[in-house]
């Protein structure tokens, strides 16, 4: 499960991805194995440290919060910058936004 290819998310960047497993390197981190998915609005994320010493669940049930501008475009929104900020600190801890996750990360996966 572990052996991965490119594979292009639905946000249009490369994650590496395996037989149902995300790997997700976060520098000074560690590396992270899980999965993420959305189902009628909701979302979950689950990720491991590859040496198992930490773990991850989040489970939301607001998955487009985005409005969109006069263009179309969708509009900032708080949680665009909360939700990295808890995926950091849950897998890395500490939550001073150093470390930033490589290959699609969490975050890019799960903000629309």
């Given at each position: 499960?572990?052996?991965?290819?490119?594979?292009?998310?639905?946000?249009?960047?490369?994650?590496?991805?395996?037989?149902?497993?995300?790997?997700?390197?976060?520098?000074?981190?560690?590396?992270?194995?899980?999965?993420?998915?959305?189902?009628?609005?909701?979302?979950?994320?689950?990720?491991t440290?590859?040496?198992?010493?930490?773990?991850?669940?989040?489970?939301?049930?607001?998955?487009?919060?985005?409005?969109?501008?006069?263009?179309?475009a969708?509009?900032?929104?708080?949680l665009?910058?909360?939700?990295?900020?808890?995926?950091?600190?849950?897998?890395?801890?500490?939550?001073?936004?150093?470390?930033?996750?490589?290959?699609?990360s969490?975050?890019?996966?799960?903000?629309?």
């Amino acid at each position: 499960m572990q052996h991965t290819v490119p594979v292009r998310a639905p946000d249009g960047t490369t994650i590496d991805y395996g037989l149902g497993l995300q790997k997700v390197g976060i520098p000074g981190c560690g590396t992270f194995w899980g999965n993420e998915g959305t189902v009628w609005g909701a979302g979950t994320m689950s990720l491991t440290r590859a040496d198992g010493k930490r773990q991850m669940s989040v489970a939301f049930n607001l998955i487009r919060w985005n409005k969109r501008d006069s263009s179309g475009a969708p509009r900032h929104h708080p949680l665009d910058d909360a939700l990295p900020k808890l995926y950091e600190q849950a897998m890395c801890g500490g939550g001073d936004g150093g470390a930033r996750a490589e290959n699609a990360s969490p975050v890019s996966g799960l903000v629309p």
